[in-house]
């Protein structure tokens, strides 16, 4: 399946520019669409409160089940004052 990946962050010299479609097994998750991003760029894994995932628009967790055509929003929580 494919999946269209989008994030408010570089992901570095990876190649996954902001909408990169990526190709996953079916049945994939969140979880493992971020592990295929860190393990084949040699990234350090993100923890799961450092990292929002937004698929179709919707706030999803990281065990959330994904499906040809979605599209994957990540985003890193900014605060400050």
Same mark, same amino acid.
């Given at each position: 399946?494919?999946?269209?990946?989008?994030?408010? @962050?570089?992901?570095? %010299?990876? *190649?996954?520019?902001? =909408? $990169?479609? /990526?190709?996953? $097994? %079916? *049945?994939?998750?969140?979880? !493992?669409? /971020?592990? /295929?991003?860190?393990?084949?760029?040699? $990234?350090?894994?993100?923890?799961?409160?450092?990292?929002? &995932? /937004? +698929?179709? =628009?919707? &706030?999803?967790? @990281? %065990?959330?089940?994904?499906?040809?055509? %979605?599209?994957? !929003?990540?985003?890193?929580? +900014?605060? =400050? =004052?």
């Amino acid at each position: 399946m494919r999946i269209r990946l989008r994030s408010t @962050f570089s992901i570095g %010299d990876s *190649g996954l520019n902001n =909408g $990169k479609l /990526i190709h996953l $097994k %079916d *049945g994939s998750t969140v979880n !493992d669409l /971020i592990n /295929i991003i860190y393990s084949s760029h040699q $990234k350090e894994s993100l923890e799961q409160g450092m990292l929002i &995932a /937004i +698929v179709n =628009g919707k &706030a999803r967790g @990281f %065990d959330h089940p994904l499906r040809d055509g %979605d599209t994957v !929003d990540l985003h890193i929580p +900014v605060s =400050g =004052g």
